[in-house]
């Protein structure tokens, strides 16, 4: 479950969010629609931590993020983030990306999520050797390897033609249905045929 209460983010005078509360349930798949400078990227940077809100509070599955000691600890124990840009390092092969960020017994499991992302044959390519789809597919193990209750994403298929975009929601669909929790922000309208929830923010404000 992720719950927000009374969200209000300012940039200098300028509201980015205003007064915003929402309730996201554990195991949905839910996007965050909007135009530019609607709000909704302030909104999903809040959500997954990495911007703290002007005032509000925010809850990740029960625990008030304000109150978290070690938050480095708690995201790679509860959060899996996606970019429109992949950000994987250019001189490591695609399975020493993905080592990198996984820990302890999670090592063992890279195999079998690079075969259900359909990368496990190029595992030992470098990131500019293969197509921004299957980049992108790597960046989304890094993401799952060390199974997150959360995944947020912001525009994750902005730079992927129709084709690579519908995998990599459908990869996202099936991580819903075994139970993670799947947050994206974008302006790709075909993202709402594979959505449970569509949450649109219009000037700083849920419509």
Known sequence: MIQARNLIHKYDF??????VSIDINKGTFVALSGESGS??????????TLLKPSSGIVLLNGVEVNNIVNIDKFRRENIGFVFQFHHLIQHLTLRENVELAAYGEFKKDLDSIFEKLGILGIANKYPNEISGGQ?????????????????????????LDSKNS?????IFKSLCNEGSTIVVASHDIGLKD??????RIKDGKIE
């Open 166 to 170: 519908i995998n990599i929601y459908e």
């Open 39 to 48: 709000g909704k990227s302030t909104m999903l940077s809040i959500l997954s």
């Open 135 to 159: 980049r992108q597919r790597a960046a989304i193990a890094r993401a799952i390897i060390n199974r997150p209750k959360i995944i947020f994403a912001d525009e994750p298929t902005g730079n």
């Open 14 to 19: 300028e509201y980015a969010l205003n007064d």
């Open 194 to 199: 594979f959505v449970d929830k569509t949450i």
